[in-house]
Each structure stands twice: as C-alpha cells, then as structure tokens.
C-alpha cells in the first residue's frame, strides 16, 4: 500500500556530508510520521530521526547537531542531511513511515535501505 524508495547513500570521508532522501508512493491519505533509522553491522537498528506531520522532529543522541530532516509534504519525500559524518555513522539507513492509507487506517512501512559508510 505504500511504498519508500531512499537514494543517496555512498561512501564519504570523515567530515564530510551526505544527503539521504526517501519517496513514497502509493494510496496515501496523510502520514503520521516519517524518519529514518539506521542499522550498522553487530548492532541493533536504532532511531536517527522523526519528523511528524506538524513538523516536530525528533533526533538520536548520536546525531543531534549534525543531522537534520526535513519533508517535502507536495512530494511525499523526506530527506536526511547528514554534516560532519563519523566513522561510526556507517550503517545501512532505512527510511520509514506511519501513513494513513485506505482501507487501512495506519500503514507502518519501511524501505529496502542505502548504505553509507564513512571512511577514508
């Protein structure tokens, strides 16, 4: 019933940026919320940031300060700007969202993932 495809993922140098975006697609109606997650080799997926549909957003510890989302509510994309990347960013990062799709009242989807792995 929806779909969420990211792009942008790749390999980065330490300081570096990124910028992550992720389209969705399908018989939306409203979305609760949009975010991403990341998971990195060993490790549980965790939070890296929410944004709801009136705008607030929530970040994880590790990233507050670097990260930013913000939506494009016309395109039904959420983007993730990513500054001054560390090593212990590497991970593969999943896009998700809460939407309200009929007949459904509450979708929770996730995409497929991009990697980023910040190195040098």
């Known amino acids: 019933q929806v779909q969420l495809v990211e792009s942008g993922g790749g390999l980065v140098q330490p300081g570096g940026s990124l910028r992550l975006s992720c389209e969705a697609s399908?018989?939306?109606?409203?979305?609760?919320?949009m975010g991403w997650y990341r998971q990195a080799p060993g490790k549980q997926r965790e939070l890296v940031a929410v944004?709801?549909?009136?705008?607030?957003?929530n970040y994880g510890d590790s990233v507050k300060g670097r990260f930013t989302i913000s939506r494009d509510n016309a395109k039904n994309t959420v983007y993730l700007q990513m500054n001054s990347l560390k090593p212990e960013d590497t991970a593969v990062y999943y896009c998700?969202?809460?939407?309200?799709?009929?007949?459904?009242?509450?979708?929770?989807?996730w995409g497929k993932g991009t990697l980023v792995t910040v190195s040098s």
């Open positions: 998700n969202a809460v939407a309200v799709a009929p007949p459904a009242n509450r979708v929770d989807s």
């Open positions: 399908g018989s939306i109606l409203s979305f609760n919320h």
């Open positions: 944004i709801t549909n009136g705008g607030s957003t």
